[in-house]
């Protein structure tokens, strides 16, 4: 063997920005607990509600009908019908299903094709802090900066207008915002969007708004899409899915509604990476819009529930945590401990059996909170609160 055969590293032909990626902080803890049994987990963000029966004999009856083919890239022109149809009802929001919509392997494919579609090397993308993790790493990957704009516990986790304001540069190019919030639960009442609205439209960013949480918010909050604002619609591109509030995590299927020349461009990438979405997901999330709206609100209001009990039960373990108004996490403070989020979690995990994420996973943000998902059964809750106040009280100072 040669001397330029023995110094052959496959590692140093991966790209940079790839190469230096952290992997996700979300499944490290799940892989930790993965197979355990004594472990009570509030770590991954997934529902623990079965999909509904219609949607899943939806699924069946269209493989024993032999729907088994590809399906127009773009999605079944169906169910891209039923979506926009659904927008209209209940966003407030007007698209063509056959040109401004774009049926995706679930919101992740939905970010990924859009940063691809807008981002230059060197454009900056400003997204709210602390985030689900895919999204610096989504920007990264395209070439562009990721700027993380601070949310804080004293404002509810919501954005401060003039924080965003600061944040602008010549290289700024897209705001990306998710509000229902990962990890966080926060929301964005309408004036706080408006405001953020206004300052997108004055420096000329693009929005992308990722809702995929929209319809689990709680004590009577609206959603507001800031699509549905005046002069956003065609500066936003809205992402939008299956997996939380129908329980379709494992189907996959999400879906992008856009200006016409960004649709355009996202399918492009779309098809020739991906071809189409699952026939049979698809066939699903059709049933799930045209017959699951009650089981919907079945489980947002089991949400709603666990959501005061987890709150209240940290709180009474000594643990300081913003009441989440959406989505399904509580994000409480461990300063208390003096304890980095890290060490929390590995130390919880390992003396009390409970999995919650360390909130530097979301980013230097998260940094001194974790991430405690309860969309697990109530009962489960209730011991991993008494787990978590005993923990506490042995290392709180």
Known sequence: MSAKQEAFSAESFVVAPVRDLPKSGIREFFD???????????????????????????????????????????????????????????????????????????????????????????????????????????????????????????????????????????????????????????????????????IACEHNLIVISDEIYSELVYDGWKHVSIASLPGMKERTIFLHGFSKAFAMTGFRIGYVCAPKAITDAMYKIHQYSIMCASITAQEAALEALKTARKDMIAMRDSYWERRNIIVRGLRDAGLDCVMPQGAFYAFPSIKSTGMTSREFAEKLLKEESVAVVPGSAFGPGGEGYVRACYATAEDQIIEALKRIKRFVAKYSK
Not at 125 to 147: K, Q
Request: hydrophobic share 40%; with cysteine.
């Open 32 to 198: 930790l607990v993965a197979g355990r049994t004594d472990v009570i987990s509030l770590g991954v963000g997934e529902p623990d509600f079965t999909t509904p029966w219609n949607i899943r004999e939806s699924a069946i009856y269209s493989l024993e009908a032999g729907h088994t083919a590809y399906t127009s890239n773009a999605g079944t022109p169906a169910l891209r019908k039923a979506i926009c149809q659904y927008l209209h009802s209940d966003y407030q929001l007007d698209y063509d299903p056959m040109s401004e919509c774009l049926v995706t392997i679930g919101v992740s494919e939905a970010l990924d094709l859009a940063m691809r579609a807008l981002i230059n090397p060197g454009d900056e993308v400003i997204y709210t802090s602390p985030s689900f993790v895919s999204y610096p790493a989504e920007v990264l990957m395209a070439r562009g900066v990721p700027v993380p704009l601070p949310t804080k516990d004293v404002d509810n986790f919501s954005v401060n207008p003039d924080d965003l304001r600061k944040l602008i540069t010549p290289r700024s190019k897209v705001l990306l915002l998710n509000f229902p919030c990962n990890p966080t639960g926060a929301v964005a009442n309408e004036d706080v969007l408006r405001e953020i609205a206004s």
